[in-house]
């Protein structure tokens, strides 16, 4: 019997050892913090430890081991078996090797992932009854592929670097990398590797399949080399490639696949995740009809540059999401001028600098958590405000009417919140609080 260790027993990792176990492999599931389905998972025969990583785990040999995404190979438990050459593999790859009908449309990037993951789940599911969606959003792929192995799927698959730095075998149908900038160098060696680590998406291609390369992008040209797939080029701004607007009409070819004046959606980088969602819905058998009707219908991501209310003539937008500058420059490039930002959380490494092109736009940025003090050599105008409730409060405080509220942090959220979802929501019910104040 072959013996895989699973190290980190979150969502992800319980289904990837239910699913292993059901397929005849030994499991030995281990997690720093306590297994609350501890006794549950010991009766089906997987072997646990919890609350730490014993020694006597290395005394073990293991056919492979399946590692959750967020901890890096860097951690001592982890390169002890890098260094043993015992195989590592994330559970998007273990998941793949049990579901040989399932089709895939897989997304990475840095920025607009979950919008075009999300985008996409909507074309599918309206055209097919098998659709899911599964990855960095949605459930684990282990989840939906437990007790459905023999099932069709159209999944929409949004795949982090760090999942994909685990593959081996796993081979989307259709795949992008939505953009390329800076991001993750708290977890990778270099921003070469970031970047690099991204294009494994289609490395298992081959010419029945395609991949969508973003040539707006001279970052994704310049690591988008040697291709084994089809190419589907696609670009804002030239007609000369596969995937281009013309006359109002995102276009594949000749075969139109939306209006562009039906799109809700605000800013430029907005249409291109419009345009690559589509492209891969249309390649995955989704009729042009369904993917225009899904585009007049769809009103965006939560916690992507998400309307939350207007108060006093102020309309104030939840852009938890931006964790990074690059998604955060998007953010403000979508509106002109009357700014008020509220950025901050935790240090990721990354120069903040760029923002500084947004200095005209800024009307005042309120700064909070651990890396609060860098937005005083970013924008002219910044107070110092510690906390997300106290930048929101004095943003409130000084913007007048027609200005914006944004809350755009351009970094992670976990120097005070457990992950940007939280802290968005977090974010509305303060501005849901203020304005029942306000109200009353």
């Not at 840095?110 to 899911?132: H, I, P, R």
């Not at 110092?384 to 000084?398: D, G, K, S, V, Y």
Request: charged fraction near 25%.
């Amino acid at each position: 019997m072959k013996q895989v260790l699973l190290i980190g027993a979150a969502r992800s990792g319980i289904n990837a050892a239910k699913l292993l176990n059901n397929h005849g492999y030994h499991v030995v599931l281990t997690d720093q913090n306590k297994i609350e389905n501890k006794e549950e998972l010991e009766t089906l025969g997987i072997e646990v430890f919890d609350q730490g990583h014993p020694d006597c785990l290395k005394e073990k040999e293991y056919d492979f081991v399946v590692k959750n995404p967020g901890i890096p190979y860097r951690v001592p438990f982890i390169a002890y078996f890098l260094e043993k050459k015992v195989p590592i593999y994330t559970e998007i790859e273990t998941a793949f090797w049990f579901a040989p009908k399932f089709s895939y449309g897989a997304i990475t990037g840095t920025d607009g992932k979950t919008t075009v993951t999300t985008l996409l789940y909507e074309m599918l599911k309206a055209q097919f009854s098998d659709a899911k969606v599964a990855g960095n959003i949605g459930v684990p792929l282990s989840e939906i592929v437990l007790g459905n192995e023999e099932q069709t799927a159209h999944v929409a698959l949004e795949l982090s670097n760090f999942q994909l730095l685990g593959i081996e075998k796993f081979r989307p149908h259709v795949s992008v990398v939505t953009n390329l900038a800076p991001d993750h160098l708290d977890y990778m060696n270099s921003l070469e590797d970031y970047y690099a680590s991204k294009f494994k998406i289609y490395e298992n291609c081959d010419e029945n399949d395609f991949f969508i390369r973003n040539v707006d992008d001279p970052t994704i040209i310049e690591y988008a080399q040697n291709i084994p797939c089809q190419v589907i080029d696609c670009s804002l701004n030239r007609q000369d490639v596969a995937l281009h607007i013309q006359d109002g009409f995102v276009c594949l070819h000749d075969i139109q696949l939306f209006c562009i004046s039906d799109l809700k959606l605000v800013g430029q980088f907005n249409l291109m995740n419009a345009m690559q969602a589509a492209c891969i819905a249309y390649l995955l058998g989704v009729n042009p009809e369904t993917i225009q009707h899904v585009i007049e219908d769809f009103k965006g991501v939560e916690h992507r540059i998400e309307y939350v209310d207007t108060i006093r003539g102020v309309r104030i937008y939840n852009d938890s999401k931006a964790t990074n500058t690059h998604s955060a420059m998007a953010a403000l490039s979508s509106f002109e001028s009357g700014v008020h930002l509220l950025a901050g959380g935790k240090d990721k490494g990354i120069d903040y600098s760029e923002l500084k092109q947004y200095d005209d736009r800024v009307k005042t940025c309120y700064a909070f958590g651990q890396i609060e003090h860098v937005f005083e050599d970013v924008f002219s105008r910044t107070e110092i405000c510690h906390t997300m409730e106290c930048a929101l409060n004095r943003a409130l405080e000084q913007a007048n009417e027609g200005e914006v509220i944004l809350l755009c942090p351009a970094t992670s959220s976990f120097d005070q919140f457990k992950n940007y979802e939280v802290r968005g929501q977090i974010f509305k019910e303060l501005v849901k609080k203020q304005a029942e104040k306000i109200e009353s």
